[in-house]
């Protein structure tokens, strides 16, 4: 692969220099000798003892769960618990959390602050949120009730609000939900979230989504702190799976957890109706008093995303990780004749795309061929695979590179100039060489044509918005040509790029 490609891109946590923020999805753990006879030894002994007892008292915590419906009606379930349920289920699972923290190591819960009534801050609102071992909070908070992904439907969360990530119509019935207990004036319990909604590796907050603010209800936010030697907690993105991190966690002699309640938020008339401000400004107030930055890092479909500028970027896109596939298939970009038409889509199958890229290794086809957008029928355009090899190509000159983006996917106009950037193309060339998320591009595409008489972008346009602007021209040279940024291994990271967005309060949501 040509020298300065973005096929020999290192990851981003080793990209950015002083001057940027940490990657936040990235979690190394480092041991010395010393630590890993140690980690042995007690891995051996330790380790099994304490999560074959953890997995006993688990098991115990699911009659409650079930006491907790048995024999209600529907309309009953609408309504707190009450009585002797209420009693039971609340004391049971209270004692048994706190013995299944204790077995898997957390002997101590440091509480600083103190907790609102419900009357007071309805919702609680909890971060970072770097592990799966973050439920430790709903202990000193007395379980108040949790927003959870249904995925975790297995887990035995008492009273656990689940929302599906991917059904909609299950995020509308969540935030009414949510709504109408933090509104019913201390009837039900408090409602917990993690509104960074993914575990991150406790260097920086991810951007606050705005669920738990909705309801435009005065909140408490929550800090959670892991003061240990060494962090065997965080379960981030890229780092050490679930298994690693709960074996390397039992195997710790004492792990401690710091609780801090910090002064309930009170939403100002303008944040309480715009919920995105009302989570940045509470975003930012947790983060001064963590003392890491607040980012506009956040999970978007399954790769986490940035915003630089006016774009969301993926921190990591595929085109990377395609460029390491074709390169260990002894690919070289520039020499493939893609013989894409512009402006003309030709879709192909997976063994065209083999022939076409001269690739015979099934597994190695297979994989290059899943980076690319398919239709219904399984079939990719063309036009990508060429757009995507010239941009792996380091031969190829970063406005050359641009200009042929927009010959591809420009389109004939009937009226006007003879070839405008249309939205879907525009969208098509972002996700392409930045990885940035389709609906967002969709948008800003809407907005850049506000400017102008036309619904697209001539060349002209598109050169200023990617080539002259000097924030995206400067990430699309770190993320395309970084051989050809000065200094790109630092400053021009798309970290530092992005460093210092939201450490003021934003005035509207993107």
């Known amino acids: 692969m040509s020298q300065g490609s973005p096929g020999d891109h290192v990851p981003l946590e080793h990209t950015s220099g002083p001057s940027a923020p940490p990657n936040p999805f990235v979690h190394e753990l480092h041991l010395s000798r010393l630590q890993r006879i140690k980690f042995c030894l007690l891995g051996a002994l330790l380790a099994p003892i304490r999560v074959l007892l953890a997995f006993i008292v688990l098991f115990l915590l699911w009659p409650f769960a079930w006491l907790q419906v048995a024999g209600l009606s529907e309309e009953q379930l609408q309504e707190p618990l009450t009585g002797w349920r209420k009693t039971v289920c609340h004391n049971g699972v209270l004692g048994l959390s706190r013995l299944l923290f204790f077995l898997l190591g957390f002997l101590r819960i440091r509480v600083r602050g103190q907790q609102a009534s419900r009357l007071q801050a309805p919702v609680l609102v909890a971060a970072p949120h770097s592990t799966f071992f973050d439920p430790i909070v709903l202990l000193p908070c007395d379980l108040p009730k949790v927003v959870s992904r249904a995925e975790n439907l297995s887990v035995p969360v008492i009273g656990a609000i689940l929302v599906s990530r991917h059904d909609p119509a299950s995020r509308r019935k969540v935030v009414e939900e949510v709504r109408r207990r933090a509104t019913s004036g201390g009837k039900w319990p408090q409602v917990l979230f993690f509104p960074e909604g993914t575990c991150s590796n406790k260097k920086a907050l991810l951007k606050f989504k705005p669920g738990a603010f909705i309801a435009g209800v005065p909140v408490q936010p929550v800090l959670i702190r892991y003061p240990n030697s060494l962090d065997t907690t965080s379960w981030a993105w890229r780092g050490p799976g679930v298994l690693k991190v709960l074996w390397l966690t039992a195997s710790q002699p004492c792990s401690i957890v710091d609780v801090e309640f910090l002064p309930v938020y009170h939403p100002s008339p303008e944040e309480s109706r715009d919920p995105t401000l009302y989570a940045n400004n509470v975003q930012r107030v947790m983060a001064q008093a963590l003392g890491i930055p607040a980012t506009e890092c956040e999970f978007i479909g399954s790769l986490p995303v940035t915003v630089v500028g006016r774009l969301?970027?993926?921190?990591?896109?595929?085109?990377?990780?395609?460029?390491?596939?074709?390169?260990?298939?002894?690919?070289?970009?520039?020499?493939?004749?893609?013989?894409?038409?512009?402006?003309?889509?030709?879709?192909?199958?997976?063994?065209?795309?083999?022939?076409?890229?001269?690739?015979?290794?099934?597994?190695?086809?297979?994989?290059?061929?899943?980076?690319?957008?398919?239709d219904a029928n399984g079939l990719v355009d063309f036009r990508d695979v060429a757009l995507a090899l010239a941009a792996l190509d380091g031969g190829t000159g970063l406005e050359e590179l641009i200009r042929l983006a927009f010959e591809l996917f420009a389109e004939e106009q009937v009226e006007g100039p003879s070839r405008l950037l249309c939205r879907e193309g525009f969208s098509t060339i972002l996700h392409l060489l930045l990885g940035s998320p389709r609906p967002a591009t969709e948008t800003l595409h809407a907005e850049l044509c506000q400017a102008g008489p036309h619904q697209g972008l001539s060349l002209g346009q598109f050169q200023d918005f990617t080539l002259r602007d000097p924030i995206h021209g400067k990430l699309l040279s770190t993320y395309l040509r970084p051989s050809q940024t000065p200094n790109a291994s630092s400053a021009a990271s798309p970290t530092a790029l992005a460093n210092g967005t939201v450490h003021s309060p934003k005035q509207k949501g993107d």
């Open 312 to 374: 969301k970027v993926a921190l990591e896109p595929q085109l990377w990780e395609l460029g390491k596939v074709l390169r260990k298939a002894g690919l070289s970009p520039g020499y493939v004749d893609t013989g894409a038409e512009p402006g003309r889509s030709r879709m192909i199958n997976q063994d065209e795309f083999a022939r076409q890229l001269q690739l015979s290794d099934p597994q190695t086809v297979a994989g290059a061929f899943s980076y690319f957008q398919k």
